[in-house]
């Protein structure tokens, strides 16, 4: 098998990564992301017509309302879903009055409420079970990994994997706060749900890595040089972590493309993270190691030179 030296060139892909992931947090202080009403409070009414009406329509007719945070989707059929910041039952009504004036025989399926204490709340436990994950992953990794502490300790194992997840977190977020500003994309509780599961797809990626990172470590031994195991190992995990991915992104594509609105931007995130999740698995995380064990080896030989 020809070994394509991918360790050598890893300067390369941390100045892509750092890039990329410097204009994301950049975006998201910036701009932010735009939230929708799970984190915002409000109402969530899906309509459906007796005909085809088109959301400049629905639009103009709720236009003397000043809904704050007014956004509506088309979905199927002739169906719509009207979203607004506000759970007031007076405003409510109102909008159902204007509404029946654009078609006096549609049906409301269903109307959903959030009040403001809620969404905090949301707000707060989808934050904290973002960072928790990436906490517990670390441990989990760093335990796994224990019996591997040469010549790097299995702790640097679990510090790879937890800044290659929040690298992808971080640019699939970027990607949002991009589709909010300039396409009104708003984001909610499925778009934590995406950014879990990424964390999920992502890790995989990364344990398979090193995986077998530890199985090569223990065949050579002491005898052969740490970035040449390393970069032996990504060689042979390389086209598995691709190919399983690809068959997933091509499954996304399709869903993006084919599936009903409500769907869309959730697989749209997925396809994000998993793209990068795959990338960061392969050029960051067992990067990272290597980096970690040259600058161990420079702080030795440093202080052995003072000494």
Avoid: C
Wanted: charged share 20%; net charge positive; aromatic share 10%.
């Amino acid at each position: 098998m020809h070994i394509i030296n991918i360790i050598d060139k890893r300067k390369y892909f941390y100045a892509f990564s750092l890039t990329i992931t410097t204009a994301s947090l950049i975006m998201l202080i910036m701009w932010g992301l735009r939230l929708g009403k799970d984190f915002t409070g409000g109402t969530r009414m899906n309509i459906e017509f007796s005909q085809e009406e088109s959301i400049g329509q629905v639009q103009n007719s709720l236009k003397d309302l000043n809904l704050k945070e007014l956004s509506i989707q088309k979905s199927q059929n002739n169906s719509i879903a009207i979203n607004y910041g506000s759970s007031d039952e007076v405003l409510n009504n109102s909008v159902r009055e204007k509404l029946k004036e654009l078609d006096a025989n549609y049906k409301e399926l269903r109307t959903e409420f959030t009040g403001a204490s809620v969404s905090d709340q949301i707000k707060r436990n989808a934050l904290l079970a973002i960072i928790l994950a990436n906490i517990g992953i670390g441990i989990f990794i760093a335990w796994a990994f224990r019996k591997v502490s040469r010549p790097v300790p299995s702790w640097q194992y679990g510090v790879g994997a937890v800044v290659a997840l929040v690298h992808d977190v971080l640019i699939t977020t970027g990607v949002f706060v991009f589709l909010g500003k300039f396409h009104g994309v708003e984001v909610g509780v499925p778009f934590v749900a995406a950014l879990l599961t990424i964390l999920g797809f992502s890790v995989h990626d990364t344990i398979v890595v090193y995986d077998r990172i530890r199985e090569n470590l223990l065949k050579s031994g002491k005898k052969d040089e740490f970035e040449d195991v390393v970069n032996k190992s990504l060689n042979e995990t390389m086209a598995r972590s691709i190919n399983t991915s690809f068959t997933v992104l091509i499954v996304l594509l399709a869903i993006t493309i084919f599936g009903g609105e409500s769907i869309r931007f959730f697989s749209i995130a997925l396809l994000v993270g998993i793209f990068f999740g795959t990338y960061s698995s392969i050029f960051v995380a067992s990067a990272l190691l290597v980096t970690s064990y040259k600058m161990k080896l420079k702080k030795l030989s440093t202080k052995n030179y003072n000494l």
